[in-house]
């Protein structure tokens, strides 16, 4: 029986229950559950509320407990009755029919589970979030492996001498935790019963998950694997789970290290782990659950058991010979206990010397502070930049172009360091906390991928720099609670919506340090922004990018170094709002230019006087640019002009003629590429929605196979032993000429005379576009395992994402953020909802992420009776709150769009609130900052709406750090659907 309080049973009037006029059979997720009729009587809303938490737990148990395992389950019968005279409420096993004969009850019931606790189900749920399985965990004890098994005694006998149980941690249902004996101690029964609540699911006693258990318990933990048929996920290979997915990640992709292609030789240079650490020797002496550790850390390999450091390899493009120009040794700095832990690397110019770039830290998004060794290769000896600088404060470290001395930024200061006599020259000197120098602030890396922010000019006597004053600029602080018995505080410069930015500027400055020119860019500094800058071929000018406030206007300027005077010479402008997607790059004096300026993205040539030619042309989008190869005469681009959801390579010369695909015809999905500098090779990664990345080196033009360098072999044998959902990939009509790209995942055993829930998949945003054929990595699989579990998923993509589908597509959205995408996203449902006959329309559900998070809030908000059930992860709430240059570009100034900041943020429709609604958001986001969601709960507060929050402490944006953390949010988002959005 579960656990309760001992309470000492009076007998009831003997009297035997007959169950056919009694109850009421109803099947719920493959069990027979008998429900007797004077419940619905007494209060059918109680009863309906238990019976949805029953149906919860019981889906939960098809989830995580092996299929075969499942089966036998469900051959026990459930009974559903009133709470007994003077007995405790409670769910029991009923191993026998004496007992039931003897307290009054109806031996019908034997080998059967009862729940007499309707009035305290759900309390019980908060306590033990599966007491079903617990008690069928005993069903399974006695009709499959017997209550004499050996192996569950020994382990429990093992466990009572050990004292193990004796005094844990016990959890109440209101999450309060007090030292206590383990009722798993009551005999081997109980103990079988509550180690399998903490194997599965999670106990209310210590341990009280599978990892505890087996770190607590390792003998039981060996047990319960072999008698459940789960000691590895191998025991239904066939089925998805979130442990395989994100705890154990058998599915993770192999990844290839950052290579660099030599400029001065057809091979390329990548950082790789020494033969000899790649293996370790086996130690026949260890206990199975140490091999079992090794085991699984083998399957990880970015986990190692000490850090033997990489090694520095040169690669032959043709040959495939590798020559190995610095060891892991080499790499050690004198009196140091091991190798650098190096990031990247940057090659000198003549390629005799390295910047390895080491002991990295994160600054908001990347990795770009750490520390910087240069290391040369002819002596193999390795020296510091920076001289006694504290560790790990260097960013953007580059060789000037003769190679002989290196520039970096530090602590807001740009500095050179002369690498004959190692003298350091401090070229800025008043850089703090509001004035920075060479690189950015907050808001310029995220919106404008502005981060390295200083040049060098080609003869290196000059460096162009950008500076930031953040004097007047609001600060966001960011509280962190969980370090110490005070909380702490980060503080930085965010400019929220129509608030000031910081005022922006362009000098030069000699390399050898002197006085700084700066460039005379006409408008007020704090309304401007300069996405690009860099010198011109012959060192003489500087060409720039200068954005108006709105970012409708882009003017490309020429600047005279030595004047700091200024010039227009091309203007690119638009009713919406400007992309610019361009690093600079020179075609002899002529510069690339992508533009929408015939309707569709594509690639200028343009001279500096103005002069445009177009390279590209016809209806389709120039999506990226791939390589530019000035000496061959080529142009290499991303594009797919029949499929928005694809990618292709494709070559057009300079002069604008002989445009081809590359890309291999029989190749559909999702191609990217990293190009040699002589465009005769490429590592090239190809991908589809239901395949992993295979990556190969390849040359060019004619795309032939050199070899493989990942080819997922791992990956792709447990994939083919999964049971795959099937996928479609459609155009969804919505209306007006206008059809959505979208997918959709169907489960492995569908049936079309069956009915299913539907759940979206959002973006939604001009930042993001989730309809793509390319692989999706963990997300994907969850979403495989939801379709496994009979859910239908889908995603489309509507107008303002960026589908490669023209300018007239992606601009749609001006100004209506929030209006129209969720506008069009709700037709697009309503279009699948009559399509297909199969979806629910009573059980339809949507979720995203930041961008997509909005979405899913203006979609049950504004859309109330069209869905039941949204998840909204690091939402904007209310757009006022976000950041100036994002929302100002897609909605315009707050002054100028008051109404629609205030229609398209979410926060304006809570009042019209009907169904289900999980928010999630990391209370250290600095990008989407938990105020938002903060003031979001205040109104659905104020406005009476029931919700669930999920706040996770100093987590940011990707809430993607600290242990079990993606496993425990998936988890979450899991069993809130299978409780709000059930398949039935």
Not at 208 to 224: G, I, S
Not at 360 to 382: H, I, P, S
Not at 958 to 963: F, L, P, Q, S, V
Request: glycine share 6%.
């Amino acid at each position: 029986m579960i656990k309760a309080l001992l309470i000492a049973f009076t007998l009831v009037t003997p009297a035997l229950l007959i169950a056919s006029e009694t109850h009421d059979t109803r099947q719920i997720n493959g069990w027979t559950v008998h429900v007797n009729r004077q419940l619905a009587k007494d209060d059918a809303a109680l009863l309906d509320k238990a019976l949805k938490l029953l149906q919860t737990q019981l889906e939960e148990i098809v989830r995580v407990v092996p299929a075969p395992a499942v089966t036998e389950l469900q051959k026990v019968p459930l009974w559903i009755n009133p709470e007994y005279a003077n007995s405790h409420p409670r769910a029991e096993y009923h191993a026998g029919a004496s007992w039931l004969r003897d307290n009054g009850r109806d031996p019908v019931m034997e080998k059967a589970v009862e729940f007499s606790n309707v009035r305290i189900f759900e309390a019980e749920t908060r306590r033990m979030p599966n007491f079903a399985l617990h008690e069928l965990a005993h069903a399974f004890h006695d009709r499959v492996l017997s209550f004499q098994n050996a192996e569950i005694i020994s382990a429990f006998e093992t466990a009572t001498t050990a004292g193990k149980y004796d005094n844990v941690q016990r959890q109440d249902s209101e999450g309060r935790k007090r030292l206590d004996k383990a009722y798993a101690m009551t005999n081997a029964k109980e103990y079988f019963a509550e180690t399998s609540e903490a194997f599965f699911t999670r106990n209310d006693f210590f341990p009280f998950t599978r990892e505890e258990l087996k770190a607590h318990d390792p003998k039981m933990f060996a047990v319960l694997g072999k008698v459940w048929g789960a000691a590895t996920a191998s025991a239904d290979p066939s089925k998805l789970t979130l442990s395989r997915i994100f705890t154990d990640e058998e599915f993770k992709d192999e990844k290839l290290e950052a290579i660099r292609w030599s400029k001065k030789t057809a091979s390329y240079f990548t950082l790789e782990a020494p033969p000899e650490a790649k293996k370790e020797p086996e130690d026949k002496e260890q206990p199975q659950e140490a091999k079992d550790a090794k085991d699984k850390a083998k399957a990880k390999p970015t986990v190692k058991k000490k850090d033997e450091g990489k090694n520095l390899v040169r690669h032959d493009a043709a040959t495939g010979e590798r020559t190995i120009l610095a060891t892991a040794k080499v790499m050690t700095p004198e009196g140091a206990k091991g190798p650098l832990k190096v990031d990247s690397f940057e090659f000198s110019p003549d390629e005799s010397q390295v910047l390895l770039f080491a002991n990295t830290r994160k600054v908001w998004r990347r990795n770009t502070r750490g520390d910087y060794w240069l290391l040369n290769l002819a002596n193999q000896k390795l020296v510091k930049i920076g001289g006694d600088a504290p560790a790990s404060t260097l960013m953007f470290a580059k060789f000037s172009p003769d190679g002989t001395r290196v520039a970096y930024v530090q602590k807001n200061n740009l500095h050179v360091q002369n690498l004959a006599d190692m003298k350091i020259t401090a070229l800025t000197k008043d850089g703090s906390d509001k004035i920075i120098n060479g690189t950015s602030d907050w808001v310029n890396e995220e919106e404008l991928s502005l981060r390295d922010a200083f040049r060098w000019s080609k003869d290196g006597a000059h460096l162009l720099f950008w500076q930031f004053d953040t004097t007047d600029v609001k600060r966001f602080w960011l509280v962190d609670q969980t370090k110490r018995a005070y909380q702490s505080f980060t503080t930085f410069p965010y400019p929220k919506a129509g608030q000031k930015n910081s005022s922006t500027r362009l000098g030069v400055i000699p390399s050898t340090g002197g006085a700084i020119t700066w460039l005379k860019i006409p408008g007020d500094p704090r309304e401007h922004y300069l996405p690009q800058a860099d010198w011109t071929p012959d060192d003489k000018q500087v060409l720039l990018h200068q954005f108006n406030r709105l970012q409708n206007t882009l003017q490309v300027m020429l600047a005279d170094p030595q004047t700091g005077d200024v010039k227009t010479i091309l203007t690119e402008t638009d009713k919406a709002w400007v992309e610019d997607t361009n690093a600079i790059s020179w075609i002899n004096e002529d510069f690339l230019w992508l533009s929408e300026r015939s309707g569709w993205r594509h690639a200028y040539r343009v001279t500096l006087k103005g002069e445009i030619k177009p390279l590209t042309q016809g209806e389709f989008d120039v999506i990226d640019i791939a390589h530019l190869d000035e000496k061959g005469g080529t142009l290499d681009y991303i594009a797919s002009p029949e499929n928005g959801t694809q990618r292709y390579l494709y070559r057009v010369n300079l002069t604008g003629d002989d445009s081809r695909r590359l890309s291999p015809a029989d190749q559909s999905g999702t191609h990217s590429y990293d190009i040699s500098e002589d465009a005769r090779w490429a590592v090239h990664t190809h991908s589809t929605f239901t395949t992993p990345p295979v990556i190969q080196l390849v040359s060019l033009p004619d795309h032939k196979t050199i070899r493989v360098l990942k080819d997922q072999a791992k990956l792709r044998e447990k994939l083919a032993k999964v049971t795959l959902p099937k996928t479609e990939f459609l155009r969804v009509d919505i209306g007006d000429g206008i059809a959505l790209d979208g997918w959709c995942i169907r489960p492995p055993d569908f049936d079309a005379s069956r009915k299913y829930p539907l759940l979206m998949h959002v973006y939604g945003e001009p930042a993001g576009q989730t309809v793509k054929d390319s692989w999706g990595g963990q997300r994907i699989l969850w979403h495989s395992m939801l379709a496994q579990q009979g859910y239908i998923v889908a995603s489309v993509d509507t107008r303002g994402t960026p589908s490669p589908r023209g300018r007239d597509w992606r601009k749609a959205i001006y100004r209506q953020l929030g209006i129209l995408n969720s506008a069009e996203e709700a037709k697009a449902v309503r279009a699948l909802l009559q399509r297909f006959a199969h979806l629910d329309p009573k059980r339809v559900g949507i979720w995203g992420w930041s961008g997509g998070g909005s979405s899913s809030l203006d979609a049950i908000f504004r859309y109330p009776d069209l869905y039941s059930t949204a998840i909204a992860v690091a939402p904007v709430g209310d757009r006022a709150l976000y950041d100036s240059i994002y929302e100002e570009r897609y909605m315009g100034l707050p002054k100028d769009n008051a109404d629609g900041y205030r229609l398209g943020s979410p926060l304006a429709h809570v009042k019209d609130l009907k169904g289900n609604l999980l928010i999630i958001h990391g209370t250290g986001d600095d990008n989407v900052h938990y105020q938002g969601t903060e003031k979001l709960m205040n109104e659905l507060i104020a406005q009476n709406k029931r919700f669930t929050v999920m706040p996770y402490p100093n987590r940011d944006h990707a809430i993607n750090t600290g242990k079990g953390i993606s496993r425990h949010l998936y988890e979450l988002m899991t069993a809130y659907l299978h409780e709000h959005l059930p398949v039935k």
